[in-house]
């Protein structure tokens, strides 16, 4: 007969050995972490002071979130896996011009070109747009040591016309500034998927209300 004490470090020595394996697989770290939510106002004049380059908004410093890794491809592989972008434009002048924001991560150490950048797609009004984008796909994204980090973002405003289209440079500026926008970034490990209930301060989705109040297929 097996004593109740040995059936106690037995189940202790099997719990070890879930934990370990576990830990092996990576599974205990967060599959998510968000890089940076930021809310702001970009005026013409913002655009044009913009320094080093114009037309851009600058994350970095306390804007972009201090607990980010230092190594993004172990022991979480960030690298490999995607970035959720989610662009709410909350103020847009009238007309409807085709806008864009161009996302570039602005890492530690590069190579190459020394940057990589993703985007927002193009919007034409208010409302939120959002988008999972593969880390392995983005422009240059292949010029970043990954294994050095990233410090900080650079978010460029554009109209739809291709890499030079800076939104400052347009006779019709008025149609891009001012804007508000809350842009969002999300970055999810190889293998996970992205959960909107992990970010903090998103609005609830109608359909996440629904299922809380126990009508998941009310309209």
Not at 28 to 37: G, P, T, Y
Not at 43 to 54: F, G, L, Q
Not at 87 to 110: D, F, M, Q, R, S
Not at 164 to 173: N, P, S
Request: hydrophobic share 35%.
């Amino acid at each position: 007969m097996i004593r109740p004490h040995r059936l106690l470090g037995l189940g202790l020595r099997v719990l070890l050995a879930a934990a370990i394996s576990v830990a092996a697989s990576g599974s205990v770290f967060a599959e998510q972490f968000v890089l940076f939510d930021e809310t702001f106002t970009f005026t013409k004049k913002d655009a044009d002071e913009s320094r080093p380059s114009k037309s851009h908004y600058y994350v970095k410093g306390a804007k972009i979130n201090p607990d980010r890794p230092k190594d993004w491809t172990a022991p979480v592989d960030y690298r490999n896996g995607t970035v959720h972008i989610r662009a709410e434009v909350i103020e847009k002048p009238e007309g409807g011009a085709p806008t864009t924001w161009t996302l570039c991560y602005i890492p530690n150490k590069g190579r190459g070109n020394g940057y990589g950048c993703t985007g927002t797609g193009i919007y034409t009004e208010a409302g939120v747009y959002e988008k999972d984008v593969a880390m392995t796909e983005f422009w240059e994204n292949g010029s970043i040591v990954w294994e050095e980090g990233i410090k900080q973002m650079d978010l460029v405003i554009k109209d739809d016309s291709g890499g030079q289209g800076h939104a400052h440079k347009r006779a019709d500026h008025e149609k891009f500034f001012p804007t508000k926008m809350r842009i969002t970034m999300i970055q999810v490990s190889a293998g996970s998927n992205y959960d909107p209930s992990l970010v903090p301060g998103l609005p609830e989705s109608k359909a996440a209300a629904k299922a809380a109040e126990g009508c998941g297929s009310c309209e």
